[in-house]
């Protein structure tokens, strides 16, 4: 046998041991396949757009409570004399991190709203001013009670 001749044998005897099966795709279950992935990607981008929009809003809620803290602690070493505190409530906006807060301070030193005349009531609300996620726009709030630096008797 002629070495062109083995040659020819070979290539037809694998073509004649392919079987339908291993011929590779059509045209129509590639398109069905690209198809299913476009699906499945744009839901991983819109999941990426919601984890965003979260985290974001967390932010928001972490700064807002980072600044309510600050302004409490001001508050608790003002001394008692300061006319701060013959202010009901104080209303100002604050930007940190170049976003807006408003920043509502409450101070009750009567009986009615809490406090008393050796008690102060002080109340710090934080409210983002720019979302519009409502969950966000919720105000964080943090109060406390002070003392007037009085002595008083002593039991024995």
């Known amino acids: 046998m002629n070495l062109s001749n083995r040659k020819e ?17 059509t045209l129509v279950e590639t398109a069905i396949a690209l198809v299913v992935m476009m699906v ?7 999941l990426f757009v919601y984890a965003i929009k979260f985290n974001t809003g967390g932010n928001d809620r972490l700064l807002s409570l980072a600044i309510a803290q600050q302004r409490m602690e ?16 104080a209303t100002e906006t604050v930007i940190s991190a170049s976003r807006s807060y408003t920043v509502v301070t409450t101070v009750c ?5 809490g406090g008393s005349s050796a008690l102060e009531l002080i109340t710090v609300q934080v409210t983002p001013t720019y979302t519009t996620e409502q969950w966000t726009n919720t105000p964080v709030t943090v109060t406390s009670l002070r003392a007037t630096p009085i002595v008083g008797p002593y039991f024995q």
């Open 40 to 46: 499945v990607g744009l839901a991983v981008a819109s």
């Open 74 to 89: 001001r508050l608790r070493k003002t001394p008692f004399s300061d006319p701060i505190f013959s202010t009901p409530s």
């Open 109 to 113: 030193n009567t009986s009615g709203c």
């Open 9 to 25: 044998q070979s290539s037809r005897s694998l073509q004649n041991n392919r079987t339908d099966s291993e011929r590779g795709f």
